[in-house]
């Protein structure tokens, strides 16, 4: 069955660097999301994106966040200055793009660790 | 506001026995909704999901039901296995085409006693 894959499953980073988490979403898929979760909390939305574009953000999606298609398979979230609030998994989903609701399926995530 | 939300937080079932995990919603706009589980490390799981033309949708030894006059939905797992311990999320869409955000609920915890 096919898969979204994240890479890597665990990044620890200095407060101020700069991460890139990778995603490769199921093939046949156009539409693409990000989404965290703090240890013990809910899953929050991030970020849609869909035909090159944002098509949604959520208040959490400031400006340190960007997201980008590089190419026909990977689909990153980049934090340009992290800071220890961003300390989370990181799950990206996809979904078939269709005029109806279809399921988003999730990634296993990666736990970002900011120190 | 607009919010989802779960009865309660954890459920102990024992092997075998059918189990029901509530879940509540506040937008009536609300159109389409996934029972996602969630093991420990792991991404959330689709496990079914059902739109608001219907009351009820079944899967494999899965049952959602939605209940729109109080805004309600349900998942029902029969004859429970000790696979099925994980974290639940109810999760609400409200899209309009080409906006597809997933707002989730805080989860149940269910546990399978042997």
């Known amino acids: 069955e096919p898969e979204v894959t994240q890479t890597p499953s665990h990044q620890v980073t200095q407060m101020g660097q700069e991460v890139i988490l990778r995603c490769v979403p199921i093939?046949?898929?156009?539409?693409f999301y990000w989404y965290r979760q703090i240890l013990g909390q809910k899953v929050e939305f991030l970020v849609s994106f869909y035909n090159n574009e944002i098509s949604e953000k959520s208040e959490i999606f400031d400006d340190q966040f960007s997201v980008e298609r590089p190419d026909g398979s990977n689909f990153t979230l980049k934090i340009r200055s992290t800071k220890l609030e961003d300390s989370a998994m990181y799950f990206c989903a996809s979904s078939e793009a269709f005029s109806g609701h279809q399921p988003q399926h999730f990634g296993d995530g990666t736990r970002l660790s900011i120190l | 506001g607009e919010s989802v939300g779960l009865h309660l937080p954890t459920l102990s079932v024992q092997e075998g026995d059918n189990s029901i995990i509530n879940c509540a919603y506040s937008?009536?706009?609300?159109?389409?909704f996934i029972w996602y589980k969630q093991e420990s490390g792991k991404g959330p799981q689709f496990i079914i999901d059902i739109r608001s033309n219907m009351d009820k949708r079944q899967g494999q030894r899965v049952t959602v039901l939605l209940n729109k006059t109080v805004k309600h939905l349900s998942l029902q797992i029969a004859a429970t296995q000790p696979g099925d311990s994980a974290v639940y999320f109810c999760?609400?869409?409200?899209?309009?085409?080409?906006?597809?955000?997933?707002?989730f609920g805080t989860g149940t915890r269910l546990t399978i006693i042997p």
């Open positions: 093939s046949n898929h156009l539409y």
């Open positions: 999760a609400e869409n409200r899209a309009n085409f080409g906006n597809e955000k997933l707002t």
């Open positions: 937008n009536s706009a609300s159109d389409y």
